[in-house]
């Protein structure tokens, strides 16, 4: 199997990052620092290889050898002499038999100081793979796809006889270079880089009406047109933006038409990954922070763009600042709440999925602190693919699809406009909400045999409701058959003076029930 990593105990700083995922963990009593993610292959399983398998990626990460333990002001981390996860083999009857059990193990809650990391080989009779349990605070999704990657890679090796090297990618030693790795003087820097942007007056994104009907956590998975991605690309390249850019405006702008504000703070989180090894350490490298959105709807979308991409960058610059930093100087400059935001946007199609093979799912745990978390992903077929994760208290299956389905019109929209449009000429809806809309939702089309003119179709339903209420005026109703009364006087004074059918009539009245008579 090649070298085993030389495990020392050893205690670690833990780094921002992981600061920040212990006070969700806090927030939230633990479920929502979980992560739980299904790696499957088609094929019959060679059980041997499989298990060879696991014992390498649980011997190659060294992040499953860390533990965790509180202290008077928050928790530490060490190393312990050997890898911190429990492991097995599992056989299941179908597919439908392993979706239901991985969906029961997720919404299991994860006690950071005291649960282990689980590693389940997953063996069907056509599919076998992983399913992975793990707190966040050791791991983020891009650790989940290499772990993917390498599961294929060595998994594919034993199968061929050949026995693989341990990694020598360190996560530990990662943490232990974050220690101090920024200067007094830049933490200044990047601490007033934020009490300006706080001092502008940002709001809490929100999109949710509380319309919910349920508990627990939601997940609906969605993807657009073949290739999209090359198209979002080009235009980026042209514009010298970002594709992160280009979706966080079109997210922004979303919710600003539905909030009627136009300066809110977005969640995201920040790579960090910037060397080759760091791309393919096994670890947690995300940083939680805020994006301040910025949307001006008589702005073209080149200005809107840029302000974006201005705001993404300043982030970047400056996140020695951790989220809960953030939240400190918040309360210090404005006195805000303890939440900048309700809805995440993740964006991580800086991963090469074009070689996967593997299917890949995240399971949705029993809870999150967002009400809406979207995850944005480079498909294998070069489509964006959309993960949104939902508190279903707060919102039904349906308006989710209905925010996808808009947030990737205004997407299009943003790409295939011509230079120089303003950003309120984006629309939201399809072709088909707008026939809804302007036509399905009221059917104009009418049986020309039965109903020659607008009178007539009064009669007819004076006749059929003769006693319901017609009009109402200030504290005044009128049923439709007083309305009808009134005009029926009118018609026949008009006889009198108009000479014959078809002759134009002109009418002043007051804006009052009598107009209503006359018409």
């Known amino acids: 199997m090649g070298k085993m990593h030389n495990f020392k105990q050893k205690i670690i700083k833990p780094s921002n990052m992981q600061e920040s995922i212990y006070r969700m ?13 299904g790696m499957l292959v088609d094929g019959k399983c060679n059980v041997d290889a499989l298990q060879k398998t696991i014992d390498w990626i649980i011997n190659s990460y060294d992040a499953f050898a860390l533990s965790f333990r509180k202290t008077t002001d928050g928790f530490e981390s060490f190393v312990l002499s050997e890898s911190n996860v429990e492991y097995c083999i599992k056989n299941f009857d179908s597919y439908d038999d392993y979706h239901n059990w991985a969906i029961e193990n997720s919404s299991r809650a994860i006690d950071l100081f005291k649960d282990k990391s689980e590693i389940v080989g997953v063996v069907m009779e056509d599919k076998y793979g992983l399913f992975v349990r793990i707190h966040h605070i050791i791991s983020d999704a891009w650790s989940l796809y290499i772990m993917s990657r390498d599961f294929r890679s060595v998994y594919e090796q034993y199968c061929n006889g050949f026995s693989p090297a341990i990694k020598n990618n360190s996560y530990v030693d990662y943490l232990a270079s974050q220690v101090n790795v920024v200067s007094t003087e ?24 509380g319309g919910g009907e349920d508990n627990g956590v939601g997940s609906l998975q969605r993807g657009t047109s073949v290739g999209f991605y090359d198209e979002i690309t080009e235009f980026c390249s042209q514009k010298k933006s970002s594709p992160f850019a280009l979706v966080m405006l079109a997210l922004s702008t979303y919710i600003e038409r539905c909030s009627n504000d136009n300066r809110f703070f977005v969640g995201t989180t920040i790579l960090n990954r910037s060397t080759l090894k760091e791309k393919d350490t096994f670890g947690l490298f995300v940083n939680t922070s805020v994006i301040p959105c910025v949307v001006d709807e008589l702005r073209s979308i080149d200005d809107n763009l840029k302000i974006m991409g201005d705001h993404i960058f300043g982030v970047f610059r400056h996140q020695s600042v951790s989220y809960n930093e953030i939240l400190s100087v918040a309360k210090e400059v404005v006195g805000a709440e303890e939440r900048m935001y309700d809805v995440v946007l993740n964006y991580q ?43 279903k208290d707060l919102y039904r299956a349906w308006e989710i699809e209905c925010i996808h389905n808009h947030l990737v019109n205004i997407i299009k929209g943003i790409v295939f406009s011509p230079d120089n ?28 045999n039965n109903y020659n003119t607008i009178g007539g179709i009064f009669v007819e339903q004076a006749k059929r409701n003769p006693n ?32 014959g059918r078809h002759q134009n009539i002109a009418i002043i009245a007051h804006r009052n029930p009598d107009r209503k008579s006359v018409v």
């Open 25 to 37: 963990e806090e927030y939230c009593g633990g479920t929502v620092a979980l992560n739980c993610v």
């Open 186 to 209: 830049k933490r200044s820097k990047d601490i007033s880089y934020w009490k300006e942007i706080l001092s502008q007056r940002f709001s809490v994104s929100t999109l949710s009406q």
């Open 349 to 391: 199609v800086a991963f090469d999925r074009a070689d996967e093979t593997a299917s890949f799912e995240l399971f949705p745990v029993n809870e999150q602190v967002e009400d809406l978390c979207i995850h944005v992903n480079r498909g294998q077929d070069n489509s964006l693919q959309f993960i949104y994760n939902y508190r």
């Open 421 to 448: 449009c303003l950003l309120r000429t984006v629309e939201n809806v399809c072709d088909d909400e707008r026939k809804l809309l302007l036509s399905d939702f009221n059917p104009n089309k009418m049986d020309s």
């Open 468 to 499: 319901k209420i017609a009009l109402v005026y200030g504290n005044e109703h009128y049923t439709y058959s007083q309305v009808l009364c009134e005009a029926e006087k009118v018609a026949n004074e008009l006889k009198e003076v108009v000479n």
